[in-house]
């Protein structure tokens, strides 16, 4: 059972781990048991709570009793009780299923609609009748008091089906091209259904007619959202008499109340997939919406984020055990999913010991996997002298680093740096007396990090003060002031590297970016203090100082990069005057190599005459081998010229040749002529 924690709402995940294959006998799995400890910790909330391979629907019956789903493949349906908990039976079908819906309160009288069009009846004993819709179906509703089923698919129409008559009634003619999805309020009967347009017709049981249309398209479509088709209607659910709530194909989720056309909220689930299934939560007043990646809980009221779940798998559909904090999600796996909450409710009564389990874990927490291993890189483990454990079981692969028994750590670091501990509670105690001083009441200084550019970020701070109260506009915050930057003049860490090559060929930008600044304030002081004098031209100075005063600030600039890349060339040339007298002070050892198995050596002069001969053109090259040898030139009749190469032959070649040669001749030695053997038939004469 795996548990994690968001929002401080722990989720129990009671599906997670292996379950163990049907095949095995009773003594196997016994064994298996007590090898493995992920089996035995395990827990198996409903045996074989699972599909062959995937789960497309999963709905709880009214009395709770039975869990039923659909998947494939094959095509089928399973049925389990919660009372045994384990599979009551399973019934397959023809075509897949698109969605299927509970009449009964048990599992006596169920529909189902399929993919190739049909509308299948099952009772308690199985397949009960079959009948086909006109159109293709994508979803159905079921209205009590007429015994009518209402079917929307691929068509503008939709179709009734009488259960009571067995026969089908006059169709409900809409605006929109295609029909998703459709519901009926449990509360006054309203039927509602959700377009390829966007939007969501209402239509009243009782008269046929359409009374009121909502469309969600528009109202889905904020200032931060970005679309790149029409959003169509993907989920629609009711709850109580007046509130709705709307599911787009975009991944928003709009909360309506039934006497206004605005939404109440509009919840984006940032994802941009299809919203494919939308819950009520009515003890804590919270929505459960779901795409196929996601399921996000969240207030009706407010919109906050309560918690949310990732499954590893897709989803297909989400079903709340009613009045409990359970729910079931179906995959694209064949595991289906179950999760317990305590927050949103107590465990069902088939199976209330989880109150009791959860209880117990949340008194004794076990740490996780990850607390008894530390992260390292392999800079770090050269820090500890650990990286010579590089490639053993000591370490373990992960990212761009390693993991090691936390243990190990500890006792590597304290070699490495003994002193460490010290160092570390004088930094705290030092941190300590620094917070008591902050509450005392403490003149404007310097911090004791990056002092000039704290200096720097004050000069500016005064200069956008000035210019503020001149234009009565309002003062933006400080670097100083701000809590996301304040570590940067505490932490030493952050201290910059004036020596550094970049701050080097940066900081003549910076000062003279300053030094611009300072001279514009200065222009304009001037010309406030001369409003009142005649407008004169300064003698010596042209109309167009500021472009020449621009232009001289550039070539500043320059100048200043130049000296400073001087500068860094005259330290490179240092360095490597340094190593070059260090390596004339070492002594090089010899090295030795081993020669390959049927491979002479000749001399080192073999590589250098390949490098000259490569060096040169490709005329040399053919004039060389013309005379080895190895390349004839002659003219052909038709005016071109004929090249042949003849490649030269490896050593090992040559010894192969020589062998087979020697070979032969051997063979030739011992070899006898067979000449003086003729046969009978040969000698005699023929007959005249």
């Not at 095509?75 to 299927?100: G, H, M, N, W």
């Not at 004791?448 to 234009?471: D, P, W, Y």
């Amino acid at each position: 059972m795996q548990v994690s924690s968001l929002n401080e709402v722990k989720i129990y995940s009671l599906s997670a781990g292996r379950s163990l294959p049907e095949w095995l006998s009773d003594r196997k799995k016994r064994a298996l048991q007590k090898k493995d400890v992920d089996i035995r910790r395990r827990i198996e909330l409903i045996q074989d709570f699972e599909m062959p391979t995937v789960c497309t629907k999963i709905k709880v019956s009214r009395d709770g009793q039975y869990i039923m789903a659909v998947g494939t493949y094959k095509p089928r349906i399973r049925c389990y009780d919660t009372y045994q908990l384990s599979q009551k039976f399973e019934r397959c079908l023809d075509a897949e299923v698109v969605t299927f819906e509970i009449l009964s309160d048990d599992y006596s009288k169920i529909v189902f609609l399929q993919c190739d069009r049909f509308v299948e009846f099952h009772s308690q004993q199985g397949h009960y009748y079959r009948t086909r819709i006109p159109k293709f179906g994508r979803d159905f509703s079921y209205h009590y008091p007429s015994c009518d089923l209402y079917f929307v698919g691929a068509s503008s129409e939709v179709f009734r089906l009488n259960l009571e008559q067995g026969r089908f009634l006059n169709a409900l003619q809409t605006d929109a091209s295609e029909n998703n999805v459709c519901d009926i309020n449990p509360v006054h009967f309203l039927f509602a259904t959700g377009t390829a347009e966007g939007k969501v017709e209402c239509w009243d049981p009782r008269t046929r007619n359409r009374v009121g249309l909502l469309d969600c398209a528009l109202s889905s479509v904020t200032a931060d959202t970005e679309i790149d088709c029409l959003p169509s209607i993907s989920a629609l659910k009711f709850n109580g008499a007046l509130k709705m709530a709307v599911g787009t194909s975009t991944g928003q989720v709009l909360l309506y109340d039934l006497r206004s056309n605005n939404p109440l909220i509009v919840k984006d689930h940032q994802y941009g997939l299809p919203i494919k299934s939308i819950e009520f939560q009515h003890h804590l007043d919270l929505i459960i919406s779901a795409d196929s990646r996601i399921i996000k809980m969240w207030n009706k009221d407010t919109g906050k984020i309560f918690t949310s779940m990732e499954p590893e798998y897709d989803i297909n559909d989400v079903c709340l055990y009613p009045n409990s904090g359970m729910l079931m999600t179906a995959n694209e796996a064949p595991k289906m999913n179950i999760y317990y909450m305590p927050v949103l409710g107590p465990a069902p009564r088939w199976c209330s010991f989880l109150d009791n389990l959860t209880e117990e874990l949340e008194e004794n927490p076990e740490s996780t996997v990850y607390d008894d291993y530390k992260f390292v890189t392999r800079k770090d483990l050269e820090n500890l002298g650990l990286a010579h454990l590089i490639g053993s079981t000591l370490l373990r692969a992960y990212m761009h680093g390693f993991f090691m028994d936390i243990r190990l750590y500890h006792k590597a670091k304290m070699m490495a740096n003994p002193f460490a501990y010290e160092e570390y509670r004088r930094e705290k105690i030092r941190q300590k007396i620094e917070e008591t001083r902050a509450q005392r009441v403490q003149l404007k200084k310097l911090p004791k990090v990056n002092k000039e550019l704290a200096l720097k970020l004050i000069e500016e701070e005064g200069e956008e003060q000035q210019l503020t109260r001149k234009r009565k506009q309002k003062n933006m915050p400080s670097l100083l002031k701000d809590d996301r930057f304040k570590v940067m003049f505490e932490n030493p860490d952050f201290q910059v590297d004036e020596q550094s090559e970049e701050f080097r060929l940066l900081n003549p930008l910076v000062s003279k970016t300053s030094e611009k600044r300072k001279k514009k304030l200065k222009l304009l002081l001037e010309q406030e203090a001369k409003e009142q004098e005649e407008e004169e031209e300064p003698e010596g100075k042209p109309s167009d100082a500021e472009s020449s005063e621009s232009s001289d600030d550039e070539k500043g600039w320059v100048e200043e990069v130049r000296k400073q890349r001087k500068l860094l060339r005259q330290e490179e040339k240092v360095k490597r005057q340094e190593r070059f007298k260090e390596d004339q002070q070492t002594l090089l050892k010899p090295q030795f190599f081993e020669i390959k198995e049927g491979e002479e050596f000749r001399s080192f002069k073999d590589s250098a005459k390949k490098q000259k001969l490569m060096k040169k053109t490709l005329g040399d090259r053919l004039k060389l081998e013309e005379k080895l040898g190895t390349l004839n030139v002659s003219d052909t009749t038709v005016g071109s010229k004929q090249a042949t190469f003849r490649l030269k032959k490896s050593e090992q070649q040559k010894k192969q040749q020589e062998a087979e040669k020697q070979h032969r001749q051997e063979r030739k030695a011992l070899r006898r002529s067979a000449g003086h053997l003729k046969s009978i038939r040969g000698r005699r004469q023929r007959f005249h």
